[in-house]
């Protein structure tokens, strides 16, 4: 269970949001909802610890996140704005070391059927700074495959350049996360077929 | 555990190979400035000679200190630190890792090519494996300091600079007791102190910088 409290975040000097308090219980996805520059990115790196708070705590299972910050990173799968890619490594390769650096043991075979099943069987050993902007988001995006041990997903537009087929079936993994006992929290923009109703926490709300 | 450190050392000696350019370039000055010293101070064997180990050493630190302000920066860009901040492993543990990756394709080639550039100089011959032993010694040293130069000044305006303006002063006591070394062995006193202490600071660097660098990149990447 993910509990947030009392939060408040600071950019720059000034106060984008202040007193959010949220729970988030397992099987749920949740959408952070506002406008451009209301703070849905700063919130989603305060979750995951790369931020710290101005004030507040956030906790992983009673737990504030700084306190036992190893055993919260193994129960969680953030993607951000940035895809995480090499331009000189391959998409398989890239794939690979983005699993050994989270500390997961994924052989080889296995990243190549996640890149197949997103959709890059054709790129598997191209270097990445040829793929296109929806292509670089799949090999980041791949990893969600993989991650299904890790019960928190903290995912930043995971929609952006994405073909409509592609948002369908990142739809359902996501879903199907959901609703085998683990927890998304996610931004986006754009409207995707989800099995699960999202709950919509509107930042709006809280901003200062 | 091991698992996350090898598979960062790969993949930034893999980064190398296909970059190799990159690591040539730094050779290539390397060589380049110790060559520059017989044209300005006069090609007089006796004056170079006694020159030679303060020449070679600065030139070590100088071109590591080209190179160092690449060691985090593609990763800040990409969000592949991002990612390995977030890792269930110790951030000691890829930090050491990346120094290691870094100091293998900068440090390990300087103590390879230096003796060849010492004779040059024409430094004694006796001294080519004390010069050689204390860059071993020291160029580490100078890539874990440099390392916790780089990850605070990460993702700073003109962080090139302000990395040699905050790292350089650092450099100063490997400096001395690096080309210390090589001038003692070189007049017949025996370079053991100065390759103890020398060894002493790599060991003390060896534990403290990666701690210190993992709390710099947190910081940096807030």
Aim: hydrophobic fraction near 55%.
């Amino acid at each position: 269970m993910l509990e947030i409290e009392d939060l408040a975040c600071l950019k720059g000097d000034r106060l984008l949001f202040r007193g959010l308090a949220l729970t988030l219980a397992a099987g749920e996805l949740l959408r952070v909802a506002g406008p451009n520059g209301v703070g849905k990115t700063s919130l989603l790196r305060l979750v995951t610890g790369l931020a710290l708070a101005e004030a507040g705590e956030v906790r992983w299972q009673g737990v504030a996140i700084g306190r036992d910050r190893d055993a919260f990173h193994r129960d969680l799968l953030y993607l951000g704005h940035a895809s995480a890619l090499n331009d000189l490594l391959t998409p398989l390769e890239n794939l690979r070391f983005a699993c050994a650096a989270a500390g997961d043991e994924v052989d080889e075979g296995t990243c190549m059927e996640a890149l197949v099943r997103i959709g890059l069987a054709d790129q598997l050993d191209l270097p990445a700074r040829v793929l296109s902007q929806g292509q670089r988001r799949r090999v980041g995006l791949a990893r969600l495959f993989l991650s299904s041990g890790r019960r928190l997903w903290v995912l930043d537009e995971p929609f952006t350049a994405l073909d409509v087929r592609a948002v369908a079936d990142l739809a359902t993994t996501l879903s199907d996360h959901c609703r085998a006992g683990g927890m998304v929290m996610l931004t986006t923009h754009q409207d995707a077929p989800f099995a699960v109703e999202p709950r919509v926490l509107d930042i709006g709300a809280y901003a200062c | 555990m091991l698992n996350t450190f090898f598979a960062v050392l790969r993949r930034d000696l893999l980064l190398a190979w296909r970059g190799r350019a990159d690591v040539l370039v730094t050779l290539a000055f390397f060589v380049i400035v110790v060559c520059l010293f017989p044209f300005g101070v006069g090609a007089e064997p006796n004056q170079l000679r006694a020159i030679a180990p303060g020449v070679l050493w600065v030139a070590a630190l100088l071109a590591c200190l080209l190179s160092l302000h690449r060691l985090f920066a593609q990763d800040h860009v990409d969000g592949t630190l991002e990612q390995l901040l977030l890792s269930s492993e110790p951030a000691v543990l890829w930090v050491l890792a990346k120094v290691l990756a870094f100091w293998l394709t900068t440090g390990l080639p300087v103590v390879l090519v230096a003796p060849g550039l010492a004779l040059l100089l024409d430094l004694e011959q006796g001294a080519l494996p004390t010069l050689a032993l204390s860059l071993a010694l020291g160029t580490p040293i100078l890539a874990l300091l440099g390392a916790v130069g780089a990850a605070l000044t990460l993702g700073v305006r003109g962080g090139g600079m302000l990395l040699a303006l905050l790292i350089l002063p650092l450099f100063v006591p490997v400096l001395i007791f690096g080309a210390g070394a090589v001038e003692a062995e070189a007049s017949g006193t025996g370079a053991a102190a100065h390759l103890l202490l020398l060894g002493g600071g790599l060991a003390g660097a060896l534990a403290l910088a990666p701690l210190a660098c993992a709390a710099a990149l947190r910081i940096s990447t807030d």
